[in-house]
């Protein structure tokens, strides 16, 4: 059986996570609720976010700690996130605006299936 994942990330974003990580190291992500440049994937080098009760881990992708809000979560534990990419600059304080590029979610609706295997892992 194959694992069902809570995030996961496009080929086009792990080339962007690649360039970012020569520059500053490891990386994290914070699901962004709103503030600052909307509802938004915002990447930092590890341990540059503060996280804690309030967020919950939803996995890694391509090797980097994924959190989301606690409250947002609670909108979207039925759905799969898939991390990409798009051009455009966004006004946040995210390590990719500088290179004229935005992490972007894609989400679609878990079905009934796999929500019994994410209860089960």
Sequence with gaps: MEKVERV???????EVIDKLRQQHGELMFH?????CDGSQPMCFEKGE???GESDVLLGQ?????FFIARDQYEYWKH?????????????????EIPLGLRFHIRS??????????????
Excluded at 31 to 35: A, I, N, V
Excluded at 108 to 121: D, G, P
């Design 8 to 14: 996961k990330v496009t080929d086009a974003a792990k």
């Design 108 to 121: 679609r609706v878990f079905s009934e299936q796999e929500m019994e295997q994410l209860q089960s892992l």
């Design 79 to 95: 759905t799969q996130l898939t991390l990409d990419i798009v051009p455009g600059r966004g006004s946040s304080f995210s390590l």
């Design 61 to 65: 992708v391509y090797g980097c700690d």
């Design 31 to 35: 699901q962004s609720g709103g503030c």
């Design 49 to 51: 976010f503060r996280t």
